[in-house]
T-cell receptor
Framework: QQPVQSPQAVILREGEDAVINCSSS?????VHWYRQKHGEAPVFLMI?????EQKGHEKISASFNEKKQQSSLYLTASQLSYSGTYFC????????????FGKGTRLSVIA | EPEVTQTPSHQVTQMGQEVILRCVPI?????FYWYRQILGQKVEFLVS????????KSEIFDDQFSVERPDGSNFTLKIRSTKLEDSAMYFC????????????FGPGTRLTVT
């Protein structure tokens, strides 16, 4: 069951903030965030684990609400380099389950 | 900085032909993955591989697909008889210790089936 991301697309001016949401209908073990620029491979941003542990870049912040099965990625003071498609991937607690990605949120930062 | 590499960058093949996509994961990583991404769509999981065997595979990964780690460095994805709908970007990824660690993606192989 793939996670649902919102919004599907957002346009920001440099310096503005954005929040990208990811929600699942299933209980989650972890949420992974990746950014993909056009024509390139996805690049790791952050992992949020059940229990509160986080691993990722210092300049990226995110939250994981285990009860609501939701995660949000916070992009503050956006820069042109933040443009790309942001994917969340989710893993459920049951056994050896793969990472399932959402459809992505296309972020465009303009000058 | 170590990176995942993939070859070729672009493969064009005729329907029904076999293709082998190659990946060299980061050297000390233990978990390996293949994903595909149809143009403009989301990244889809195909298969994960650990300790020389498949640990998980998706519904997409049917009998036409196989993976192998023929030596200590390469990780390959074989599609036995390609179909038009196999046209996509195929990404290899590796991670140090599996589930709770970040996956590093290679640059991808664009497969075009004509």
């Amino acid at each position: 069951q793939q996670p649902v991301q919102s919004p599907q697309a957002v346009i920001l001016r440099e310096g503005e903030d954005a929040v990208i949401n990811c929600s699942s209908s299933k209980a989650l073990y972890s949420v992974h965030w990746y950014r993909q620029k056009h024509g390139e491979a996805p690049v790791f941003l952050m992992i949020l684990l059940k229990g509160g542990e986080q691993k990722g870049h210092e300049k990226i912040s995110a939250s994981f609400n285990e009860k609501k099965q939701q995660s949000s990625l916070y992009l503050t003071a956006s820069q042109l380099s933040y443009s790309g498609t942001y994917f969340c991937g989710t893993k459920t607690p049951s056994g050896n389950t793969p990472l399932v990605f959402g459809k992505g949120t296309r972020l465009s930062v303009i000058a | 900085e170590p990176e995942v590499t993939q070859t070729p960058s672009h493969q064009v093949t005729q329907m029904g032909q076999e293709v082998i996509l190659r990946c060299v994961p980061i050297s000390n990583h233990l978990y390996f993955y293949w994903y595909r991404q149809i143009l403009g769509q989301k990244v889809e999981f195909l298969v994960s591989f650990y300790n020389n065997e498949i640990s998980e595979k998706s519904e997409i990964f049917d009998d036409q697909f196989s993976v192998e780690r023929p030596d200590g460095s390469n990780f390959t994805l074989k599609i036995r008889s390609t179909k038009l709908e196999d046209s996509a970007m195929y990404f290899c990824a590796s991670s140090a210790q599996g589930e709770t660690y970040e996956q590093y993606f290679g640059p991808g192989t664009r497969l075009t089936v004509t």
